[in-house]
């Protein structure tokens, strides 16, 4: 069969090579690839900034917004050939850390945690892949066309168990969101904050296009321009911060009105410096009792609560969400961003 694969650290080493069809193992399935998302995470490892690829390998099968079709199921595993499904991208440290001996690995406290398509074991960019049945999860057969957006679902769907869980901490009635960045992270949190009631604004530089239809589609208003002047129109309570510019990142941090909160979602790069005035930045934090806390990756009860979600969602406004869509032989021009891209996927 065919994989997207990359020698990891190495940068322009992206190739779609013919690989061994997988065996899949006891207690696992073994899945028709259907599609594959793209995000920055990916474009980071095919520029040789990040990724590992499996102990003894040069090269790593990328992937891990994953799709697929079950091809065969053991008997027992909750699964039947033709579901729908997408895998879990986490695996617990070996040891493990006393999160993931929990459950937890997307809380892993020792770093010794895996990754499909990312960090030491292959990811789900191939034509077939095999998976334990424990860490696959089904979809609604409705969601047919948009299954790939479940992985950054999944993401989306922790950052809001987390807000809310701080939202506990004293009387907290939040009324605004402002969402930085209209990637796809950006507008699958400004959807799941609509569906919580909130009134929706996201800020992003894109000033036409599909961007602000989807955020008008919820209900929601668009911004543009500097984020100091949107921040104190709108009066955030939350803001969830999805641009991947250090900068914005920066400037969130106070953005939001008193006991407010700040979820960082963005992997930005690294050697960006920033002047700020660190004593107003700390001060303004404390005297305001707010909270900026980060996020990353996903546990099985977000995968559920994200399958939840979509199910709930109008399909034709996710589908806007896949801005093109390329065949496998082709994948490279995946990770390239034309201007109007919001989600590029790979079909398989
Ligand atoms: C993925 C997460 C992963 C993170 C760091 C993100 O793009 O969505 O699942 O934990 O990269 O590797």
């Not at 191939?126 to 679902?153: F, H, K, N, R």
Request: negative net charge; proline residues 6%; hydrophobic residues 45%.
């Amino acid at each position: 069969m065919l994989a997207l694969t990359v020698k990891p650290r190495t940068p322009d080493s992206l190739a779609v090579l013919e690989v061994p069809d997988p065996e899949p193992g006891p207690g696992e399935l073994l899945v028709d690839g259907i599609a594959l998302g793209v995000c920055g995470t990916d474009v980071e490892i095919s520029l040789g900034d990040y990724g590992t690829a499996p102990e003894g390998r040069e090269r790593l099968v990328l992937g891990h917004e994953s799709f697929g079709r079950v091809r065969t199921a053991p008997e027992g595993s909750g699964f039947s050939v033709g579901d729908l499904v997408v895998g879990v991208v986490r695996r617990p440290d070996p040891e493990p850390c006393p999160a993931c001996a929990q459950g937890e690995f997307d809380m892993c406290r020792n770093n010794r945690y895996t990754e499909r398509g990312i960090e030491g074991r292959d990811g789900f960019g191939s034509q077939m892949w095999s998976i334990e049945a424990d860490y696959a999860v089904a979809l609604d057969p409705a969601l047919s066309q948009v299954g790939v957006l479940m992985e950054p679902t999944t993401v989306v769907a922790k950052a809001w168990e987390q807000i809310e869980q701080i939202n506990t901490r004293a009387w907290q009635h939040p009324e605004r969101l402002l969402v930085t960045g209209a990637g796809p992270i950006g507008l699958l949190a400004a959807l799941l904050g609509a569906a919580r009631g909130l009134q929706v604004h996201v800020l992003d530089r894109a000033a036409a296009g599909a961007k602000p239809r989807m955020v008008d589609a919820l209900g929601g208003q668009y911004h543009t321009g500097a984020i100091d002047e949107v921040a104190a129109k709108v009066k955030p309570d939350i803001i969830i911060e999805a641009t991947g510019s250090p900068e914005v990142a920066m400037s969130v941090v106070n953005a939001v009105t008193p006991a407010g909160i700040v979820c960082m979602t963005s992997v930005t790069p690294i050697g960006h410096n920033v002047e700020i005035d660190a004593g107003t930045l700390n001060r303004e934090l404390v005297l305001e009792n707010r909270v900026v806390f980060g996020t990353v990756n996903a546990n099985m009860r977000h995968y559920r609560a994200a399958a939840s979600a979509l199910a709930a969602a109008d399909t034709s406004w996710l589908e806007q969400l896949i801005t093109r869509r390329v065949p496998l032989a082709k994948a490279e021009e995946a990770f390239e961003r034309g201007a109007d891209d919001i989600k590029v996927v790979i079909e398989l």
